[in-house]
């Protein structure tokens, strides 16, 4: 058995707004979510840029929500107002049949952690966890020492009392994107009819962003202010953290047409594959992304010549972006000078487990509307980076057939989806 699979709703949570909407109108215009930005209680942490949900508007919009007083991380409110913009934009609630039809598939990352939580464990003698057990009950609530790490997908199936799969990935930078893949792949096979996919992530917090530059994945530079994002370009020195929250409903070809849903767009492939190269670096030649890429468009049936965009990973650290741009090559050969290849990143920032699904959605839009969204602040093109990355600050308007999203994580871990559009 092989169904269809269509994209019948979309939410999202960015740095952009708080909806879709915002989230399109934002990439298509070139407007960026990266701003000035420091921990909380820290006035000279080496990142001085980030690309935050603005909270204060957040609240305001979700505060009323029945759910807001349940402990939980930031990272999973994000995530949860995303699902139930998607679920509410599909309309799967009118879904007929078996409740047990419909599941959820979610990708986040590292638990958010307070640091004052982290003291808690602190003596004369130094850290001891048996202290930090006995004063449970004095720990942040909303923190991820408090709450499980598929706390979001488990939040998802109760709150629209779903009772089919359940699933959580933790695939650094690629779990949003496996989650996809895997919830597309269900559908395909017949095992559900419906899954709400996608993932929620915020980094933005002292103990992991300390982690993350102790890898030394931020840029730390300050010469272009609010705009050292730049996939691509030379003068590119890291990734700028992000947060939020994206959600697809996913729904096989005969339920979405027996309820009269609207459908966005069609995917129709989705591969993953290893480095197994280094925990903190890309293959240099980009074979995982290679073969990622390779896998998806196998399993779409479409050839190289189909694909008009690509959705980049496009982190704009020194690694990762001629290493992708390798990868494309290998697989597109002569194609890969056509192809519109555009980096997110450069406007979302990097929201890392999340990461895949604001693009994925923006891989949707760009097949649906055919707009293809700039790859801002690309302005002096590293040689090795020597494709159309869509250089500007406007999308450009041509017709998508078919476009892939790539999302590539620590750890060599990769995916990639295959979008086509609707006929």
Known sequence: MSERVFVTGLGAVTGLGLDVAALWQGLCQGRSAIRRWQPEGVSDFPVR?????????????????????????????????????????????????????????????????????????????????????????????????????????????????????????????????????????????????????????????????????????????????????????????????????AVLVLESERSALERGARVYAEIVGFGSAMDAYCITAPHPEGRGAALAMQRALRDAQLTPDDIDHINAHGTSTPLNDPAETLAIRQVFGDCAGRIAISSNKSMLGHLIAAAGAPECIATVLAVRDGRVPPTLNLSQPDETCDLDYVPGSSARAMPVRAALCNSFGFGGLNACIAVQRHA
Request: net charge negative; aromatic share 8%; glycine share 12%.
């Open 49 to 245: 840029y980030a690309a935050p949900v603005d909270w204060n508007a957040f609240q305001c919009a979700y505060r009323s929500a029945f759910w807001w007083q349940t402990p939980m991380e930031r990272r999973s409110r994000f995530g949860l107002a995303a699902a139930e913009q998607a679920v509410n934009d599909a309309g799967l609630t009118l879904l007929a049949g078996d409740e047990r039809r419909l599941g959820v598939a979610i990708g986040s990352g590292a638990p958010e952690r307070d640091p004052s939580d982290l003291l808690l464990a602190l003596g004369s003698d130094g850290p001891d966890w048996q202290r930090l057990y006995r004063r449970f009950a004095e720990l942040n609530p909303n923190s991820g020492l408090v709450n499980g790490n598929d706390q979001l997908a488990t939040l998802i199936a109760r709150r629209f009392d779903l009772a089919g799969p359940v699933l959580h990935f933790s695939t650094p930078c690629a779990g949003a994107a496996h989650a996809i893949g895997h919830g597309f792949r269900m559908i395909r096979r017949g095992e559900v009819d419906a899954m709400v996919v996608g993932g929620a992530d915020s980094v933005l917090n002292l103990p992991t962003m300390i982690g993350l530059l102790l890898l030394g994945a931020p840029s730390i530079a300050e010469k272009y202010g609010d705009t050292l994002c730049r996939p691509f370009d030379r003068d590119r020195s890291g990734l700028v953290a992000a947060e939020g929250g």
